[in-house]
């Protein structure tokens, strides 16, 4: 099939098909024409990545993962190499959770501090208030 059929079989536009294929996570020949050919078993290939990218992975790890995959949801078989790099991935994932967790709370114990102290403003203090709504 071209990739316009991908496209329409997978919901996913053929900019980001041209894009699994250069990451090396979908395979299509070429025609005669030039044009990429893809076989059947693309569609499922796109639904795994698909799928796979919504768990927070990234193109490389997702190449690394394919192998091990069966079926769309999908399926991964556990060897140990793969439980490591998705047990890796989920630390990262964990480590930038545990960031954002902490910038949210010192920024709501800034608005906590800010309501305590008033609404006036110091006289010297010009605050601009559409270079603070937009931050």
Known sequence: M?????SRR???????LRYYEA????????????YRAYDEGAVLRVT???H?????LSSDDIAYLLPCATGEAPDLTGCP???????TRLERL???MSKIAHSREALADYIDAAERSGHERPPAWDCDDDV???A
């Not at 395979?27 to 005669?32: D, Q």
């Not at 796979?52 to 927070?56: I, S």
């Not at 190499?81 to 047990?87: K, Q, Y």
């Open 48 to 50: 795994q990545i698909r």
């Open 81 to 87: 190499e793969l439980l490591t790099a998705m047990r």
């Open 52 to 56: 796979l990218l919504g768990a927070g």
């Open 23 to 34: 990451q090396g996570l979908l395979e299509a020949e070429r025609g005669s024409n030039g």
């Open 2 to 6: 071209l990739i316009g059929e991908l």
């Open 94 to 96: 964990d480590a930038q």
């Open 132 to 134: 603070l709504a937009s």
């Open 10 to 16: 997978t919901g996913v536009n053929a900019h980001q």
